[in-house]
Protein backbone atom coordinates (compact mmCIF):
# COMPACT_ATOMS: atom_id res chain seq x y z
CA UNK A 1 0.00 0.00 0.00
CA UNK A 2 1.35 3.62 -0.87
CA UNK A 3 0.67 6.12 1.04
CA UNK A 4 -0.71 9.58 -1.08
CA UNK A 5 -1.44 12.68 0.19
CA UNK A 6 -4.66 13.78 1.36
CA UNK A 7 -6.74 16.55 1.06
CA UNK A 8 -8.52 16.31 4.37
CA UNK A 9 -8.27 14.53 7.53
CA UNK A 10 -10.84 12.02 8.68
CA UNK A 11 -10.29 11.50 12.55
CA UNK A 12 -8.72 8.54 12.05
CA UNK A 13 -5.04 8.58 12.77
CA UNK A 14 -3.98 5.60 10.40
CA UNK A 15 -5.48 7.33 7.26
CA UNK A 16 -4.28 10.96 8.83
CA UNK A 17 -0.78 10.34 10.50
CA UNK A 18 0.36 6.62 9.14
CA UNK A 19 3.57 5.79 10.92
CA UNK A 20 5.52 4.60 7.25
CA UNK A 21 4.40 7.49 5.45
CA UNK A 22 5.59 6.37 1.67
CA UNK A 23 4.59 2.09 1.87
CA UNK A 24 2.89 -0.80 4.23
CA UNK A 25 2.71 -4.22 3.71
CA UNK A 26 -0.69 -5.45 3.34
CA UNK A 27 -2.08 -9.29 3.18
CA UNK A 28 -5.61 -9.39 1.54
CA UNK A 29 -7.97 -12.19 0.99
CA UNK A 30 -10.86 -12.11 -1.68
CA UNK A 31 -13.74 -13.99 -1.34
CA UNK A 32 -17.54 -14.29 -2.51
CA UNK A 33 -19.79 -14.58 0.60
CA UNK A 34 -23.07 -16.54 -0.76
CA UNK A 35 -21.17 -19.38 -2.30
CA UNK A 36 -23.39 -19.56 -5.40
CA UNK A 37 -21.38 -20.51 -8.65
CA UNK A 38 -19.20 -18.43 -10.32
CA UNK A 39 -21.93 -17.26 -13.15
CA UNK A 40 -24.25 -15.62 -10.25
CA UNK A 41 -23.71 -12.43 -9.10
CA UNK A 42 -22.31 -12.47 -5.31
CA UNK A 43 -21.71 -10.08 -2.59
CA UNK A 44 -18.40 -10.02 -2.72
CA UNK A 45 -15.12 -9.65 0.23
CA UNK A 46 -12.10 -8.05 0.43
CA UNK A 47 -10.19 -8.31 3.68
CA UNK A 48 -7.03 -6.65 4.42
CA UNK A 49 -4.09 -7.68 7.15
CA UNK A 50 -2.09 -3.99 7.30
CA UNK A 51 1.04 -3.28 9.41
CA UNK A 52 0.92 -0.96 11.68
CA UNK A 53 3.26 0.14 14.28
CA UNK A 54 2.26 -2.41 17.42
CA UNK A 55 1.57 -5.35 14.16
CA UNK A 56 -1.65 -5.12 12.48
CA UNK A 57 -4.54 -4.25 11.83
CA UNK A 58 -7.54 -5.67 9.81
CA UNK A 59 -10.06 -4.04 8.01
CA UNK A 60 -12.82 -5.51 6.13
CA UNK A 61 -14.98 -4.49 3.08
CA UNK A 62 -17.75 -5.77 1.17
CA UNK A 63 -19.15 -4.93 -2.72
CA UNK A 64 -21.74 -1.76 -1.92
CA UNK A 65 -23.04 1.20 -4.17
CA UNK A 66 -20.34 4.08 -3.96
CA UNK A 67 -22.99 7.06 -3.53
CA UNK A 68 -25.91 7.74 -1.31
CA UNK A 69 -27.50 5.14 -0.22
CA UNK A 70 -26.29 2.37 -1.69
CA UNK A 71 -23.02 3.16 0.17
CA UNK A 72 -25.15 1.00 2.77
CA UNK A 73 -26.26 -1.72 0.85
CA UNK A 74 -24.60 -5.10 0.16
CA UNK A 75 -24.31 -5.10 -3.58
CA UNK A 76 -24.11 -8.45 -5.48
CA UNK A 77 -21.48 -8.09 -8.14
CA UNK A 78 -20.02 -10.97 -11.27
CA UNK A 79 -16.42 -9.77 -10.64
CA UNK A 80 -14.71 -7.86 -8.28
CA UNK A 81 -13.13 -4.83 -10.37
CA UNK A 82 -16.26 -4.11 -11.23
CA UNK A 83 -18.16 -1.45 -8.52
CA UNK A 84 -16.36 -0.74 -5.26
CA UNK A 85 -15.81 -2.48 -1.54
CA UNK A 86 -16.39 -0.23 1.54
CA UNK A 87 -16.42 -0.25 5.15
CA UNK A 88 -20.55 -0.82 4.93
CA UNK A 89 -20.52 0.21 8.81
CA UNK A 90 -18.80 3.20 10.11
CA UNK A 91 -15.57 3.62 12.54
CA UNK A 92 -15.81 6.04 15.06
CA UNK A 93 -12.89 8.73 14.12
CA UNK A 94 -12.25 11.92 16.36
CA UNK A 95 -14.41 14.10 14.30
CA UNK A 96 -17.06 11.46 13.79
CA UNK A 97 -18.12 9.08 11.29
CA UNK A 98 -16.08 7.61 8.46
CA UNK A 99 -16.37 4.76 6.02
CA UNK A 100 -13.66 3.35 4.01
CA UNK A 101 -13.65 2.47 0.18
CA UNK A 102 -11.72 0.67 -1.93
CA UNK A 103 -12.26 1.17 -5.47
CA UNK A 104 -10.88 -1.25 -8.46
CA UNK A 105 -8.46 0.90 -11.09
CA UNK A 106 -6.86 -1.59 -12.90
CA UNK A 107 -6.62 -4.58 -14.03
CA UNK A 108 -10.28 -6.21 -15.26
CA UNK A 109 -10.68 -9.51 -12.91
CA UNK A 110 -12.20 -12.22 -14.26
CA UNK A 111 -15.21 -13.73 -11.93
CA UNK A 112 -13.93 -16.96 -10.47
CA UNK A 113 -11.31 -17.50 -8.00
CA UNK A 114 -8.77 -19.81 -9.86
CA UNK A 115 -8.59 -16.90 -12.88
CA UNK A 116 -8.54 -13.91 -10.35
CA UNK A 117 -5.41 -15.99 -9.00
CA UNK A 118 -4.18 -16.66 -12.39
CA UNK A 119 -4.43 -12.80 -13.42
CA UNK A 120 -3.11 -11.13 -10.08
CA UNK A 121 0.22 -13.64 -10.62
CA UNK A 122 0.31 -11.51 -13.99
CA UNK A 123 -0.27 -8.37 -13.26
CA UNK A 124 -0.75 -6.29 -9.61
CA UNK A 125 -4.37 -5.59 -8.99
CA UNK A 126 -4.35 -1.55 -8.04
CA UNK A 127 -7.03 -0.10 -5.77
CA UNK A 128 -7.96 3.37 -4.73
CA UNK A 129 -8.39 3.65 -1.08
CA UNK A 130 -10.47 6.41 0.36
CA UNK A 131 -12.64 7.96 3.05
CA UNK A 132 -16.09 9.56 3.75
CA UNK A 133 -18.05 10.47 6.27
CA UNK A 134 -21.59 8.87 5.93
CA UNK A 135 -23.46 11.34 3.35
CA UNK A 136 -19.96 12.79 2.42
CA UNK A 137 -17.79 12.83 -0.92
CA UNK A 138 -14.69 10.84 -0.92
CA UNK A 139 -11.58 11.44 -0.20
CA UNK A 140 -8.37 9.32 -1.82
CA UNK A 141 -5.50 8.82 0.87
CA UNK A 142 -3.60 5.60 -0.47
CA UNK A 143 -3.02 2.94 -4.14
CA UNK A 144 -3.22 -0.82 -2.91
CA UNK A 145 -1.44 -2.99 -5.12
CA UNK A 146 -2.43 -6.51 -4.77
CA UNK A 147 -0.69 -9.61 -6.37
CA UNK A 148 -1.46 -13.25 -5.75
CA UNK A 149 1.53 -14.32 -4.08
CA UNK A 150 -0.16 -17.46 -2.18
CA UNK A 151 0.68 -17.46 1.85
CA UNK A 152 -1.32 -18.48 4.75
CA UNK A 153 -4.69 -19.28 4.01
CA UNK A 154 -5.76 -19.99 7.25
CA UNK A 155 -5.92 -16.35 8.42
CA UNK A 156 -8.57 -15.46 10.88
CA UNK A 157 -9.53 -11.06 9.72
CA UNK A 158 -11.25 -9.52 12.92
CA UNK A 159 -11.70 -6.00 12.03
CA UNK A 160 -13.47 -5.37 14.99
CA UNK A 161 -10.63 -7.27 17.55
CA UNK A 162 -7.81 -6.02 15.01
CA UNK A 163 -8.59 -2.14 14.97
CA UNK A 164 -7.09 0.85 12.54
CA UNK A 165 -4.99 2.88 14.82
CA UNK A 166 -7.23 5.73 16.03
CA UNK A 167 -10.66 4.12 15.01
CA UNK A 168 -12.91 3.22 17.21
CA UNK A 169 -15.92 0.81 16.92
CA UNK A 170 -19.52 2.32 17.27
CA UNK A 171 -21.43 -0.14 20.17
CA UNK A 172 -24.31 -0.47 17.42
CA UNK A 173 -21.96 -1.15 14.52
CA UNK A 174 -20.52 -3.85 16.56
CA UNK A 175 -23.50 -5.82 17.56
CA UNK A 176 -24.67 -5.49 13.86
CA UNK A 177 -21.42 -7.03 12.51
CA UNK A 178 -20.39 -9.67 15.98
CA UNK A 179 -23.09 -12.02 15.52
CA UNK A 180 -22.46 -12.64 11.42
CA UNK A 181 -18.77 -12.79 12.08
CA UNK A 182 -19.11 -15.19 14.90
CA UNK A 183 -21.04 -17.51 12.70
CA UNK A 184 -18.84 -17.42 9.56
CA UNK A 185 -15.87 -18.38 12.27
CA UNK A 186 -18.05 -21.30 13.54
CA UNK A 187 -18.42 -22.37 10.14
CA UNK A 188 -15.10 -21.97 8.65
CA UNK A 189 -13.58 -23.94 11.62
Not at 51 to 71: Q, Y
Request: glycine share 8%; charged share 25%; aromatic share 8%.
Amino acid sequence: MFWGDRDRASGIEWIDAPSNRTRSNVTARYSRSLGVPDSFPDVLGLALRVETDTGHADLELASTGSGLPLRFALVPRWVPSRGVFTTLLPYRGDAGPVLIRARPLRPSLPADLPGIERALREETWRLSLSFATPGGPWHPFALLSLNARGGDSDIRFDAGSSILPGARMYRWANAVRQPSYDAVQRRDR
